[in-house]
């Protein structure tokens, strides 16, 4: 079997155009949808995430409000950011960049963000709804929210399928497995201490990655037909690029590729659903604010 590659850059593309209509239909009734984007330091990656969120605000007519605080902003000043943009009614999103600095609590400033603007879905209330499968969970966490919709998008059936999530971060494991789960799956959860590694990813019909290590998932772990969905982003040195490294997924995606039913490539799989998602649920507040949802 020869996978079908699924095109995340594609299906992003028809999400941020859903997302534009929705904003322009809602800047007509008179609510500009409106994203606040913080970021403390200058992390070169988060640099260059936050400047692609502002620029897909752009693009899908959502404004976005940017605040960047030097690395060594105290807790109490971010914290005073977050109470300002909390009361700021232009403002129905906000996201503070991860990872913080070492000195600040993210636990504490994530509390900080309203869960009705929480449109990350990292506030430990709208991450327990999730879990709880309670019908008014807000907002889900945009890269596993672009999991699922990357899988139904491209007809996976979810429903009873044996799914396994690699990893269980906050960001992704852990709401990819509980989405899952909400969707009918049965899920299992690996991560550096499970024993029989191979033998329980053998057994995904979907199978996400998210470990970050570079090839970690390779063909003979891989059940035939299996849909594999690779949210790694890991960077391997290679002399042969200008900028000395490649980007790789957690899997050995040209063997999987031969034995798998279809397969996300790493660039253009995962990766470009993530900042569609975050579009996607910042109109939806918006959309809440003009009482539409
Ligand atoms: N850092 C890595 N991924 C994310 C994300 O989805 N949101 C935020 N705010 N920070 C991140």
């Given at each position: 079997m020869t996978a079908t590659i699924i095109d995340g850059k594609a299906v992003a593309?028809?999400?941020?155009e859903e997302v534009r209509r929705e904003a322009e239909e809602l800047r007509a009734r008179g609510t500009t949808p409106g994203l606040a984007v913080v970021l403390v330091g200058a992390d070169p990656a988060s640099v260059s995430y936050v400047t692609a969120k502002q620029k897909a605000c752009e693009e899908d007519r959502i404004e976005s409000f940017g605040h960047t605080l030097p690395a060594d902003t105290s807790q109490e000043a971010l914290l005073s950011l977050l109470a300002e943009l909390r009361s700021d009614e232009r403002v129905d999103g906000i996201l503070v960049q991860?990872?913080?600095p070492r000195h600040l609590d993210e636990g504490t400033v994530l509390a900080a963000v309203p869960i009705e603007k929480d449109v990350d879905g990292f506030h430990a209330e709208n991450?327990?709804?999730?879990?709880?499968?309670?019908?008014?969970?807000?907002?889900?966490?945009?890269?596993?929210a672009g999991v699922i919709e990357l899988l139904k998008r491209t007809d996976v059936q979810i429903e009873g399928?044996?799914?396994?999530?690699l990893g269980r971060s906050k960001i992704v494991g852990l709401p990819a497995a509980m989405l899952l789960l909400r969707e009918n799956a049965t899920v299992t959860i690996c991560h550096s201490r499970t024993r029989n590694l191979a033998?329980?990813?053998?057994r995904a019909d979907i199978l996400v990655a998210a470990i970050g290590r570079p090839h970690f998932v390779t063909a003979d772990m891989v059940k035939d037909?299996?849909?594999?969905?690779d949210v790694g982003v890991n960077r391997v040195e290679d002399a042969s690029k200008k900028r000395g490294f490649r980007l790789v997924g957690d899997c050995d995606f040209d063997a999987i590729r031969e034995k798998a039913r279809a397969i996300t490539p790493v660039p253009g799989g995962v990766g470009p659903m993530t900042i569609a998602m975050l579009m996607k649920n910042t109109v939806r507040a918006a959309r809440m604010r003009a009482e539409l949802a």
């Open positions: 593309r028809a999400i941020h991860l990872p913080l991450l327990g709804k999730l879990g709880l499968r309670e019908a008014d969970a807000r907002f889900a966490p945009c890269t596993p399928a044996n799914a396994v999530v033998e329980e990813i053998r037909g299996a849909v594999v969905i």
